[in-house]
C-alpha cells in the first residue's frame, strides 16, 4: 500500500551540496514518520537523519550541521539537504516510514522502504 521512491543521487565534490526527495504515497492516516538511511559496501544501515509527526528532527551525529531533513505534506515529499559533503557521506540513500514510529534512527523501526538512491562524493 505504501510506496516510497528516492531521487536526486549522484556524483558531487567533497564541499559540495545536494539535495534528495522522497515521493511517499499510499497512505490514508498521513501521521506518518519518514527519515533517511544510508548503507555503503560492507557496512551496516544506518539511521541519517528522520522527523516525526510534530516535525522534530533528529540527525546522525556524523551529518548535524551539515544535513537538514524537511517535509513537505502538501507534495507528500521528504528532503534531506546536504551540504559540505565528504567522501565518507558515500552510500546508497533509503528514505524509510511507518505510520507509528517517532523518529527513531533504527532501521529495524521502520515497515516500508525505498529502493534507495546512490551518492557519490569524490575528494
Known amino acids: 500500500q505504501v510506496q516510497l521512491v528516492e531521487s536526486g543521487g549522484g556524483s558531487v565534490q567533497a564541499g559540495g551540496s545536494l539535495r534528495l526527495s522522497c515521493a511517499v504515497s499510499?497512505?490514508?492516516?498521513?501521521?506518518?514518520?519518514v527519515g533517511w538511511f544510508r548503507q555503503a559496501p560492507g557496512k551496516e544501515r544506518e539511521g541519517v537523519a528522520a522527523?516525526?509527526?510534530?516535525?522534530?528532527?533528529t540527525y546522525a551525529d556524523s551529518v548535524k550541521g551539515r544535513f537538514t531533513i524537511s517535509k513537505d505534506n502538501a507534495k507528500n515529499t521528504l528532503y534531506l539537504k546536504m551540504n559540505s559533503l565528504k567522501p565518507e557521506d558515500t552510500a546508497m540513500y533509503y528514505c524509510?516510514?511507518?505510520?507509528?514510529?517517532?523518529?527513531?534512527?533504527?532501521?529495524?523501526?521502520?515497515?516500508?522502504w525505498g529502493q534507495g538512491t546512490q551518492l557519490t562524493v569524490s575528494s
Open positions: 499510499g497512505y490514508s492516516d498521513r501521521r506518518y514518520c
Open positions: 524509510a516510514s511507518d505510520l507509528w514510529v517517532d523518529g527513531t534512527l533504527s532501521p529495524s523501526e521502520y515497515t516500508y
Open positions: 522527523i516525526d509527526r510534530d516535525g522534530t528532527t
